[in-house]
């Protein structure tokens, strides 16, 4: 399962272009429901982290299947914003096509 995922991911990512920023999630529907699914999965991955640091938790391959998968939706979710032709708002303040004139 865990390969399966990494594969997607990677093909999700090569059709993308990445930011080089930290970016504010959400600038369309789907973005925005893609970032709330990651955000409930991190809260699951936390979780499954504890069980697994106190002993519940047999197999060592649930926390890193979580983890490439909460990856895995951040990409879609940019995705879903370039495949809406919506620029991400990147934490400064500016739209990815926005030059950085703050240096």
Known sequence: MLAGVEAVLKDAEAAITMPREFVVPGESRLSAALELARTILRRAERRAITLQREGGLLGAW??????????????????????????????????????????
């Open 62 to 103: 649930l926390v890193p299947y979580l983890n490439r998968l909460a990856d895995l939706l951040w990409v879609l979710a940019r995705a879903a914003e370039q495949g809406e032709a919506r620029a991400a708002t990147l934490a400064r303040g500016r739209t990815r096509s926005e030059p950085d004139t703050s240096v």
